[in-house]
């Protein structure tokens, strides 16, 4: 079984939250967002502010990013530096020099 978080619950992560809820294969285990009034949104997870925090004391496969477009590219060099396969929508960076 993968396990997956999702760092950002605005719109777009509830099509990504189905879809990891949906396959059989995958369990979410964990949610990301600094907005502490969105805690409640995904049951059974666990909730962090912090994505760093959170690569850091859970073991993921997958995170799904549902950030804005200019913090795709740390995000995604945290997650692969800790070893964990990222799901994003383009685009990676904002430019070709990054």
């Known amino acids: 079984m993968l396990k997956a978080a999702v760092i ?9 939250i189905h879809a990891i809820q949906a396959n059989p294969n995958v369990e979410l285990v964990a949610v990301c967002d600094k907005d502490e009034t969105l805690k409640d949104t995904v049951s059974g997870v666990n909730f962090y502010t912090d994505y760093h925090v959170m690569l850091e004391k859970e073991k993921l496969d997958c995170v799904h990013l549902c950030l804005p477009h200019y913090l795709h590219l740390p995000a995604t060099k945290a997650c692969v530096e800790k070893g964990v396969n990222v799901f994003q929508e383009k685009p990676l960076a904002l430019n070709t020099r990054t």
Do not use: A, N, Q
């Open 8 to 16: 950002r619950l605005g719109d777009v992560s509830k099509v990504h």
